[in-house]
């Protein structure tokens, strides 16, 4: 039961920091302004990168530790989920990420502000990813306090 705890843990509190940044971080940051969004975002984004990886790593390896050890195979299918949050970043989102990041972006242009625009239209798929794992950790710890 504590692999699954730990498993439920680490996706609510990725669901949560990556449903706060679409839904209050990156607006805050859009309302500044493209030029202070774009300086902002590198902090931010250098954070959140350390802390949202580990969630992710932690919630899919230890949610595939619970089903290698007799726990239901939708543990390593919430795993999964979570875990997909990785590729994801740095298939799709990653190229968005290096344009923002680039020293030569002129911070005020319109590209800058449709960099961002798009950053926080990818961004929501890892949100939902991560918010699906939750939901499906959620189900299953209530289902085995049933049981």
């Not at 039961?1 to 607006?27: C, D, K, Q, R, W």
């Not at 089903?67 to 795993?79: K, N």
């Not at 968005?96 to 625009?117: Q, Y």
Request: glycine share 8%; charged share 15%; proline share 3%.
């Amino acid at each position: 039961m504590l692999l699954e705890m730990i498993a439920t843990l680490s996706a609510g509190l990725f669901a949560g920091a990556a449903i706060y940044i679409n839904l209050v971080e990156h607006p805050a940051r859009m309302e500044c302004g493209t030029e202070l969004a774009v300086g902002e975002f590198a902090p931010s984004y250098r954070r959140a990168t350390v802390m949202q990886a580990a969630l992710s790593a932690v919630g899919f390896l230890v949610s595939a530790a619970a089903w290698l050890t007799g726990s239901s195979m939708w543990w390593l299918v919430g795993g999964t989920t979570l875990g997909a949050v990785i590729p994801f970043t740095l298939i799709v989102i990653f190229p968005t990420n290096k344009k923002l990041l680039d020293p030569s972006l002129d911070k005020g242009s319109e590209l800058a502000s449709n960099l961002l625009i798009r950053w926080g239209r990818l961004h929501t798929a890892r949100s939902a990813l991560s918010l699906i794992s939750f939901l499906i950790f959620i189900f299953l710890l209530g289902r085995k306090c049933y049981d």
